[in-house]
């Protein structure tokens, strides 16, 4: 039956579902197109297609094949439009199917949130999570809580045996390296001793050898006077025993051996301090290798006392952050990587409006009610009144028949063409509705995150173009409502849905409802 004035006694205003919305739609448009400027004809998929809310002249289809009235409701097989009256496009409403869901921004940035009061946070956590600044937690398994934080301490016992062990093999592994060069070492100074001793006994047995050549000489040439200097020994141990021009005598004889014994003893004497600078030398190398070696083990010890220190902190301080971690939680980018990359499937968290979807549809009204009318009862002051707030939200919901989730926005109603009109003026221009810019907006966004979704896009994008989608409603919906209003030509306001209907201008005060005039006026 068509809607006529006196048909209906009330004006009732309520949240519509997502399959309401869409059996008011005849088609979704998907371009943010609006007249072919050579043609003038709407474009097809667009804002002002015929296909979707009717011919703009009365029985006729887009591309001309049915004409006039005989051909009544026939949908034309070439351009898909249906053969009708032209005043349908001030009735049929098409829909815009969201690639990502968005919040209604009456609700969330309503006074007060009703969306905040409901689930129970404050509007501008709620703005944090629905415009990509946190994310929040919408969920935890309890049973692998208890699981994860009751194996936690078998695990600590496993990473910290694995750092005694890998201390324990860099240890022996230098303790090795020090004996091989310990061993290097007393081996080379023993060599080079021996060759001390060896060198010794050939330069005694030379000395020994010389002495007694030089006694023969001095007895075959005795009353006459040396020639030349006579030396005993080599290099350092060189020493001129018979000066040049010494009268060769049997005196002389007899005390040359005692002066080349003398000299034996000193080369010995410097033989034996060489050998002991050369012991002394390796002992202290060693020794400072020993020393090294017991330095840096202990470094490595206090190494593995400070990483099991921090690893036992850093066990205790995962086990409060999961002891602590609650529903409704906000966590930051850092964090929400680091707790998926501790806990893993312990909790599921979210971001934008689906996380907020999520969080509405596992609230239970009934119960919901049932605990604030306990609290509104039992509790004083602040409480009390916060949740009396709440329970009329609730109640509100609970009597409607609403449901929570329709607050977020899968499919987006797309008004009548006719009530947001592209007139053409002279000159050729054309003046349109503010609606259809930001119309146009919403659907050029929408267009542009679903392609990025289709080629897999990094997630810091694809979060951002969801933020500008979100945005973009909120313009349309209620443009300035939340962050700087979306202007036009001439720094002017563009005029949204709700600039339409409230104010002395608005359908309501201006079209639907009686005058307030004085007795003249009558």
């Not at 309890?142 to 005694?164: C, G, T, W």
């Not at 000193?266 to 600078?277: D, P």
């Not at 030509?489 to 600039?499: A, F, I, M, Q």
Request: aromatic share 6%; proline share 3%.
């Amino acid at each position: 039956m068509t809607l006529k004035l006196e048909n209906f006694d009330a004006l009732k205003l309520s949240l519509a579902s997502p399959e309401t919305i869409l059996s008011w739609s005849h088609g979704e448009v998907t371009k943010p197109e609006t007249i072919n400027y050579r043609t003038l004809k709407p474009e097809r998929d667009g804002l002002f297609c015929e296909r979707i809310f009717g011919p703009q002249r009365d029985w006729e289809c887009h591309c001309g094949k049915y004409k006039r009235y005989r051909y009544k409701g026939i949908i034309c097989d070439k351009c898909g439009v249906e053969v009708t009256r032209s005043k349908v496009r001030r009735e049929r409403m098409g829909h815009i199917k969201l690639a990502s869901p968005v919040s209604h921004v009456w609700y969330f940035k309503g006074i007060p949130s009703r969306m905040g009061l409901l689930l129970d946070m404050s509007p501008r956590n709620l703005e944090k999570v629905l415009y990509f600044a946190n994310y929040i937690v919408t969920n935890i398994d309890e049973d692998a809580r208890k699981d994860y934080l009751s194996k936690s301490s078998p695990q600590h016992s496993d990473r910290v045996l694995k750092l005694q062990e890998e201390r324990d093999v860099a240890v022996k592994e230098m303790k090795e390296e020090l004996d091989q060069r310990v061993k290097a070492k007393q081996e080379d100074t023993k060599t080079k001793t021996k060759a001390l001793e060896e060198s010794l006994d050939e330069t005694v047995d030379a000395m020994t050898s010389r002495a007694k050549e030089l006694v023969d000489k001095i007895k075959a040439q005795k009353g006459k006077k040396a020639a030349t200097n006579f030396t005993i020994g080599d290099g350092e141990d060189e020493q001129v025993i018979i000066e040049k021009g010494t009268l060769f005598e049997d005196k002389l004889a007899r005390e040359l051996p005692k002066q080349v014994e003398k000299k034996i003893d000193q080369v010995q004497a410097n033989t034996k301090k060489r050998q002991q600078e050369l012991k002394s030398k390796s002992d202290e190398e060693i020794a400072k290798w020993r020393e090294d070696y017991e330095k840096k083990s202990g470094e490595l010890n206090d190494r593995l006392k400070k990483d099991t220190e921090g690893l036992s902190g850093d066990i205790e301080s995962s086990k409060t952050q999961l002891d602590t971690l609650s529903v409704k939680q906000l966590l930051s980018d850092q964090e929400f990587r680091e707790f998926t990359e501790k806990f893993g499937k312990v909790f599921k968290a979210g971001i934008g409006a689906q996380a907020i979807h999520d969080l509405l549809a596992r609230i239970d009204l009934l119960q919901e009610s049932g605990i604030l009318r306990e609290e509104s009862k039992s509790t004083s002051g602040q409480k009390r009144q916060k949740a009396i707030k709440r329970l009329k939200v609730v109640e509100a919901f609970r009597k409607s028949g609403a449901s929570a989730t329709w607050m977020i926005l899968n499919n987006l109603p797309v008004i009548p063409p006719e009530l947001r009109p592209m007139v053409q003026l002279d000159g050729g221009r054309f003046a349109t509705s503010d609606l259809n810019d930001l119309y146009r907006r919403v659907i050029n966004r929408n267009n542009r995150l679903k392609r990025l979704l289709e080629l897999g896009a990094p997630e810091i994008i694809v979060r951002n173009e969801k933020r500008m989608l979100q945005e973009a409603v909120d313009a349309l919906i209620d443009n300035g409502r939340r962050g700087r209003a979306i202007t036009g030509t001439g720094n002017r306001k563009l005029k949204s849905l709700s600039d339409m209907l409230k104010g002395k201008q608005g359908r309501f005060r201006q079209n639907l409802l009686g005058k307030r005039v004085d007795y003249s006026g009558r």
